[in-house]
Nanobody
Framework: VQLQASGGGLVQPGGSLRLSCAAS????????MGWYRQAQGKQRELVAL???????NYADSVKGRFTISRDNAKNTLYLQMNSLKLEDTAVYYC???????WGQGTLVTVSS
């Protein structure tokens, strides 16, 4: 299984970013997919989940600001992040489950 997140970068508070996660080695369309993040010195936390059928769940801290989506034809997971806050700064990862090995994350830095 390979999961590679991309799209991170430096953005000002209030700005937006769109993350992508390319998946291979799994039957993507059958899997629940999630975005997770880990800020420096903190434990990794769940940001958002999307079921194979498109049902979504979000952490309270990102509800109304982040949108998770998937393109099963492209084996790709997305996270649209709007109204970014300083506390959103973290390395973002995608995964099918936190019990599975982690792939490459992408760093999001929110700073003025």
């Amino acid at each position: 299984v390979q999961l590679q997140a991309s799209g991170g970068g430096l953005v000002q508070p209030g700005g937006s970013l769109r993350l992508s996660c390319a998946a291979s080695g799994i039957i993507f369309r059958f899997n629940i997919m999630g975005w997770y993040r880990q800020a420096q010195g903190k434990q990794r936390e769940l940001v958002a989940l999307i079921s194979s059928g498109g049902r979504t769940n979000y952490a309270d801290s990102v509800k109304g600001r982040f949108t998770i989506s998937r393109d099963n034809a492209k084996n790709t997971l997305y996270l649209q992040m709007n109204s970014l806050k300083l506390e959103d700064t973290a390395v973002y990862y995608c995964n099918t489950s936190p019990q599975n090995p982690w792939g490459q994350g992408t760093l999001v830095t929110v700073s003025s």
